[in-house]
């Protein structure tokens, strides 16, 4: 059902003139002061969703230049103050496949500190294995991500191993966090399309994901990781894990917008009750592993479009915006995102 009356943005921050040369004289205002967008219920959508950004550790890694670790520490400081409470920080891979995250170890003490400044605040890391979680625990890590496929052949491609051999690498890893009493996510990739196999059958899909569930996994994301998904095939994969008696509670999807369906398809798995959605600010990212794969769902244009629904996400667009703006200045390139990129002059972004 659908409220038909239209309300203002209220709850949201409304950002004002920066400094003196930024006028109401000099410019015409913003939509972010002009009260849009324009919030418009609907009861058959979710009255929260929890983001799970991902700009500093799926954004980054594709990043050709080396990023220094002091501006990942800023951005992932801008993130939390911009009201995001789940920011995955980085990955503790070898540095030889992910070179832009070998920092890994010098960058969780520089935030750490910030889980005080923001209770509920969560940097959850990501491990391939029992080397990496060694590293993670020791680093102060108090949650992890597992990474699987869908497929054999991205498996292979990603991790050389058989799906079934990737699962049993993550037993022990999922064991010894669980009796750290560290939680895991589990992220499975191509679960719509695989740009070696072509379509992914749902049934599939889910069999690898109960696989990880059963393993330990508190939180499974399914993962459009080269952006082919349609809603439809959104909506028929969550029924099919419904069908498997897969709580919706523990299920986040993560799109690529690769065709310019990201969107479409959250809006599809928020109609089907999910709660958890992926996403990267200023729609940085990409997959080492897949070159069709690019960037992931701008967490701006997430944001944008879940606070016209009236759905509360807890985070401030206006900061939101300025940090990707900032971060385009230190990357040395324009974001992706179409909001920032209608926001980003009038906001200020230092």
Known sequence: MTNTQATPNAGHSVPGPTDSTRTEQSRDPGALELGLPVVVQDADLPARVRIHEVGARDGLQNEKSMVPVEVKAEFIARLAAAGLRTVEATSFVHPKWVPQLADAEELLPRITGLREQYPGLRLPVLVPNERGLDRALAGGADEIAVFASATESFARRNLNRSMAEVME???????????????????????????????????????????????????????????????????ELLAAFGRAGVPLAQLAVHFHDTYGQALANTLAALRCGVTIVDSSAGGLGGCPYAKSATGNLATEDLVWMLHGLGIETGVDLAALVATSSWLAGELGRPSPSRAVQALAGSIDAN
């Open 169 to 235: 690498m993550f037993r022990p890893v999922i064991t010894r966090a669980g009796e750290a009493g560290v939680p895991v996510r589990g992220y499975l990739s191509m679960c719509f399309g695989d740009p070696w196999e072509g379509p992914v059958a749902p049934e599939q899909v889910v069999a690898a994901g109960v696989r990880l569930l059963e393993l330990g996994c508190a939180e499974l994301s399914l993962g459009d990781t080269i952006g082919v998904a349609t809603a439809g095939q959104v909506t």
